[in-house]
């Protein structure tokens, strides 16, 4: 499985922002699809995940009201739409893939960086 993330950047607090991922290869494999940020200088942390078959979403409370994440399965394609951007929400998001929820998380996208100014 392959992931490409994309569609980071540069926005003012209260902005909106929307990242892709878009999965390549054995997708079918993989049921769950999840977004990780990293700031600078923390350890990377859970931001939200869906699963293809169940449409089961969760979220950290963080981003809770904030963020939406979604998945078009004809595209192979996890979106997290950000809304009510914070300064602190600034990182690199990376997407992630796993088999079931329970498995863990094993392939990793590239991470796109968004950076919230205050």
């Known amino acids: 499985v392959q992931l490409q993330a994309y569609g980071g950047g540069l926005v003012q607090a209260g902005g909106s922002l929307r990242l892709s991922c878009a999965a390549s290869g054995r997708t079918f494999s993989r049921d769950v699809m999840a977004w990780f940020r990293q700031a600078p200088g923390k350890e990377r942390e859970f931001v939200a995940a869906i699963s293809w078959s169940g449409g089961r979403r969760i979220y950290a409370d963080s981003v809770k009201g904030r963020f939406t994440i979604s998945g078009d399965n004809a595209k192979n394609t996890v979106y997290l739409q950000m809304n009510s951007l914070k300064p602190e929400d600034t990182a690199v998001y990376y997407c992630?893939?796993?088999?079931?929820?329970?498995?863990?998380?094993?392939?990793w996208g590239q991470g796109t960086l968004v950076t919230v100014s205050s």
């Open positions: 992630a893939a796993g088999r079931t929820w329970s498995s863990g998380y094993d392939y």
